[in-house]
């Protein structure tokens, strides 16, 4: 695996959406990138839907 991110992308990311199957394919995507989950997600109402929140880090950084 490469020590660094593709395309430039952060070490770090938070990534953030709706809590519906797009946002779960984000996760995914990186995922298959290379990127490792940190942490568990985090959920929140805002008073329309769901909002969620998981954060990645690339492996070695």
């Not at 797009?22 to 995507?29: G, H, K, N, Y």
């Not at 954060?55 to 070695?60: L, T």
């Amino acid at each position: 695996m490469s020590p660094k991110p593709p395309d430039g992308l952060p070490v770090y990311r938070l990534l953030t959406g709706k809590d519906d199957a797009a946002f779960c394919r984000r996760v995914s995507e990186a995922i298959e990138l290379g990127y490792a989950l940190y942490g568990s997600p985090s959920l929140t109402f805002n008073g329309e839907y769901v909002v969620a929140a998981q954060a990645v880090v690339w492996p070695g950084s």
